[in-house]
């Protein structure tokens, strides 16, 4: 990734918002979203480094959004379970290439000395080695689907390890999120920077020997979701969530969702809204949404019982990027490949709210069949009316998903947009 460019924040944007919650309603209008406080949450939430489930940075996190939520007002309670983890190196070597690799959650170590045998590509060829499965070019986030029936199928023609190659637009090898309870796989995984592969591949058409080592420790420790309450003793709630966890420091992908989602639920204790409200940032999310699944069936208020349930789930506003090349320079515009579901009572507000912001200017009617991460298991639980966000944006779930992937004037219009729907929605209900 090159340097940052310097960037003209977009205020036009920010006081557009500004002005469409002045047009919604007086409750609206109090605690306007705010570039600089965004930008506060952007840095202390990348400060917390990696935010793999139940790790140090997702226990920081954690920690911090309970003292932000308490100083709002809110009334906090963890709801905690546990989450698989791995500790330890993944290597493949062959001759003088070497690469560090992505472990697999949930991750099948190797012995101490690793896995040697032939290296070859497994499209058609099958046998004991090290098969290298090598992904059609997409922005790809999940194991389950087509890469677990591919990697089944290397390991069920013979392979002793597979390597994933994740091609995508930024060469970058791309963690894949996974079930919670058990291994997809029989066998080692671990996951390749396209950018790293040539030696590989030119390696595996000679079949020659190349050693993939992923010998540390796999085993399970405790993560807990953040809770919040502000009661107001209404006969419904409104739901507001986020997750919180994912793979390495996760900026874009986790972080902008993160600081539209405190701006949100700053607006929310102050609006004299005429709801209870319900808070959820979640841990797990890169385990299939565990940590919403444990809220849902745990804690969430009863479909019948919410006003209205809103999710920021990935790539809320990360930024965009041109390429030229294999060079990307970042834009100061939003990464449009975000996505927005509503329910059709609330689609036509959202399609005013959202105008004007790239991708979520066409949002469409919530159907649990297009919906991805936690906001699939919102709508598959029954809760309508419900609106939500989801994406990825081209460094989700790369090693360097950092603060050059966000702008924190990207925030406050998605933030006010979403207080607006809030607005009008609970007006009508």
Not at 140 to 151: D, L
Not at 175 to 196: I, T
Not at 278 to 300: D, K, M, P, R, V
């Amino acid at each position: 990734m090159e340097p940052d460019l310097p960037l003209s924040a977009s205020r036009r944007a920010v006081l557009g918002a500004s002005a469409s919650l002045l047009a919604a309603s007086p409750a609206a209008a109090r605690a306007l979203p705010d570039e600089a406080e965004a930008q506060r949450i952007l840095e202390r939430y990348q400060s917390f480094g990696d935010k793999a489930s139940g790790g140090p940075g997702d226990t920081a996190s954690g920690d911090w959004l309970e003292g932000e939520l308490r100083a709002m007002g809110y009334a906090c309670q963890r709801q905690t379970y546990d989450m698989p983890a791995y500790e330890g190196e993944a290597v493949l070597t062959c001759g003088a290439a070497r690469a560090e690799l992505i472990p697999q959650a949930i991750v099948v170590p190797t012995s101490g000395e690793g896995v040697s045998g032939p290296l070859y590509v497994a499209s058609g060829k099958g046998g004991p080695g090290i098969a290298l499965v090598v992904l059609p070019h997409a922005r790809w986030s999940t194991a389950v689907g087509v890469v677990a029936q591919r990697v089944a199928a290397a390991f069920d023609a013979g392979a002793t390890a597979v390597v994933i190659v994740t091609t995508g637009p930024t060469g970058e090898a791309l963690a894949l999120n996974a079930p919670p309870d058990k291994s997809l796989f029989k066998g080692p995984v671990a996951v390749m920077a396209p950018k790293d592969a040539g030696p590989f591949l030119l390696a595996a058409a000679k079949g020659e020997t190349a050693t993939f080592r992923m010998s540390g420790r796999s085993f399970r420790r405790p993560a807990f979701n953040v809770t919040a309450t502000l009661k107001t003793g209404a006969a419904k709630t409104l739901v507001i969530s986020t997750p919180r966890s994912g793979w390495f420091a996760c900026a874009g992908e986790r972080g902008s969702g993160m600081a539209a989602w405190l701006l949100l639920v700053r607006w929310a204790a102050q609006a004299r809204l005429p709801v209870d409200i319900a808070l959820i940032s979640t841990s797990g999310h890169e385990y299939e949404n565990a940590g919403g699944e444990h809220f849902i069936q745990e804690l969430a208020p009863k479909p019948d019982k919410t006003a209205l349930w809103v999710h920021l789930g990935a790539n809320v506003a990360a930024r965009d990027w041109h390429e030229r090349g294999a060079a990307l320079s970042p834009l100061p515009s939003a990464d449009p490949q975000r996505f927005m579901l509503a329910s059709p009572s609330i689609l036509s507000s959202a399609r005013a709210a959202f105008a004007g912001l790239p991708g979520l200017e066409q949002p469409y009617a919530a159907d649990p069949a297009l919906a991805a991460g936690e906001l699939g298991n919102i709508l598959r639980a029954g809760y309508t009316p419900a609106i939500g966000i989801f994406g990825g944006h081209r460094f989700h779930h790369a090693r360097n998903d950092d603060l050059r992937c966000v702008s924190a004037a990207l925030i406050p219009p998605v933030a006010g947009a979403f207080a607006r729907v809030i607005s009008e929605a609970l007006a009508k209900s």
